[in-house]
């Protein structure tokens, strides 16, 4: 039988006002154990949404427990996402889709057609969450972009992938309405090899339109539990995905029932 949090719905509006920015600074401090110096503090959350910027919460009755932050960037027709995220207790919930379906909406009624936002191309969960159940793509790969990271970052360079959305793009339409089924990866080469969890090498010479490559179940842990073992990882996957992208592959889509693994397209067949 479910709790009654898990009864209450899930609503997300817009927040403006002083006190409810400091409820988003709580947020970030338990979501990602963020240090002080690394938290978007109230004052700049104030200025950036008077700016143009969004800042919504997702609330489970009168308590908030997610929120997604976007700023403006030099293109009028771009929103830069640079935070999205849910109480550890309360994920799996759809609460992330939700704040991020009232995001598209809210760009769109204001002329935005494209997000983007950066992701740890390590976590699983969120690359889940970005490339099969939203349709962002990627075809950046940035290293350390944030320099050293405190919280559930510490240990690893802070490498990134840059995703891009595109709102009214029918593949994203279509996975935002649940039209559209996992890929089929069966038979397609791995650009990686890697056994349980760990990599053992980078395939730079695969010739193929499409093909896979292979991230750990839950990068978190290893981070963890073995510092080396994640720095490995690190190093393996900014080879193996630095060198596709820059020879013309899109990070298409997500697969994950056979473990882990990004599908990677071509980017002349990328539309397709």
């Known amino acids: 039988m479910g709790s009654a949090r898990d009864l209450l719905p899930v609503t997300v509006r817009e927040l403006r006002s002083p006190e409810a920015f400091l409820e988003v600074v709580a947020l ?14 109230k004052d700049l959350l104030v200025a950036l ?3 143009g910027g969004l800042v919504a919460g997702a609330f489970l009755g009168e308590r908030i427990v997610g929120f997604v932050l976007g700023f403006p960037t030099a293109d009028p027709t771009v929103q830069h996402s640079h935070m999205m995220g849910v ?5 799996d919930r759809g609460i992330g889709f939700a704040l991020k379906r009232f995001q598209r909406a809210w760009c769109l009624a204001r002329g935005i057609g494209r997000v983007v936002w950066t992701f740890d191309p390590l976590r699983a969960r969120n690359a889940n969450f970005n490339l099969r159940k939203l349709g962002a793509r990627s075809r950046t790969y940035l290293p350390d972009f944030y320099g050293p990271m405190g919280g559930i970052n510490r240990g690893v360079p802070s490498d990134r992938l840059l995703v891009e959305w595109v709102l009214d793009a029918p593949e994203v339409v279509a996975r935002l309405e649940g039209r559209r089924a996992e890929p089929d990866a069966a038979g397609l080469p791995f650009a990686n090899r890697v056994e349980g969890e760990v990599p053992l090498e980078a395939r730079l010479d695969v010739e ?12 978190g842990v290893i981070l963890s539990r073995d510092p080396a073992l994640a720095a490995r990882w690190r190093q393996h996957i900014r080879e193996v995905l630095s060198h596709y992208l820059a020879r013309g592959f899109v990070v298409a889509d997500f697969v994950g029932r056979e473990g882990p693994a990004y599908v990677l397209v071509r980017e002349d067949d990328a539309a397709g």
């Open 208 to 219: 193929a339109p499409r093909l896979l490559v292979r991230i750990p179940r839950d990068f």
């Open 49 to 51: 949404v008077h700016e």
């Open 87 to 91: 109480l550890p207790d309360c994920r």
């Open 28 to 41: 970030e401090r338990a979501i990602w154990g963020m240090p002080d110096i690394e938290v978007v503090p």
